[in-house]
């Protein structure tokens, strides 16, 4: 193709056509600046799609992050469950010298709610390179891995700090303390030893005022991390992709069906308005004369609700419907009309 061209070139000037050349020449110019932009445009097309498909493989490795910190939430949330269960038995006085030591020591161990930021911080080491509709994302990623992360932070610090509140370990106040460590609680002196204690109740109080700041922050990551792994999802295109069982936050109403109506007070603290549980919107409420409170499924027939709350739904033997709503330090027991 060259040596055609150039055989033009030579012709025009042999026949001294001076100006067909000039006029040839620059049309050739033009030619070649054509096809160095197209050549351009191609390659910058190819690095885009190939940035494109670099920021997509990132954000899926987001959403996998995600899956796997949501299930450590729904592990937090559990144990605070077990652990409101064994603060009730001590509020109650509940708790006997037949009690296992675990029972008659709530207040002992912690729990750490970590977050996977690989994803997030591949993310912002290419920030540089993110197409414009990503761009949508950042404030609920920032949120979400700054703000909130701050907060975990701090809720994992202290729940640790008050499992080892030296205001109320009897090591420092019981010269007999060590003796029953030693035996790991298990003797029937040391499990009267453990419920003789009296900061028992003010005890578990403190711990689970710090547990019940872990398990809301948690379920607050939850939710939003739910939120944004099916924004990535629209934005990826996956519309027709199943979503993973642990994103589920939604009731089910044929579970709920029969629990659904009004509620009076049982047993706890008294409530101060009538209150009903209903289904909208293939939503879950508890409904007041003044709002409505969603409630997000948790596992079973155990939900969760604004600070940390656990509302769980059962029936008894006879067949009565109950709503029991604590937070690890007040309970209500609702039965049904």
Partial sequence: MIKFFRKIRYDLMGKNKAG????????????????????????????????????????????????????????????????????????KDLLTVESTPYELRP??????????????????????????????????????????QEDITDSNATLIAKADDSRYNRAYIDPNHAEHQFNNFTTKEARQYLLDDPFLKNRTAEYMKAFRSVAFISSVFRFEATELYHQIDSLLGNHGSKTPEVLRLSANKDDVESFLGDYIHSEGLEIRQRLSLIFENNELFIKTEDNQTQLYWHQDNFYFAGRAAIIRLYKNEKGQHFLKRSNGIITQILIKE
């Fill in 107 to 148: 207040y002992d161990g912690f729990v750490n709610f970590s977050v996977n930021r690989g994803g997030y911080e591949r993310l912002m080491d290419n920030l540089e390179n993110l197409p414009d509709k990503y761009s949508v994302l950042m404030p609920r990623l920032n949120g979400l891995y700054t703000v909130t």
């Fill in 20 to 91: 067909k050349y000039f006029k040839y020449a620059i049309g050739e110019i033009f030619l070649v600046v054509i096809g160095i932009l197209i050549a351009v445009a191609i390659n910058d097309a190819y690095n885009a799609s190939k940035n494109e498909q670099k920021i997509k493989t990132i954000l899926t490795q987001i959403q996998e992050d995600i899956l796997i910190d949501i299930k450590d939430s729904k592990r937090i949330f559990k144990h605070f469950i077990r652990k409101d269960s064994m603060a009730y038995k001590v509020y």
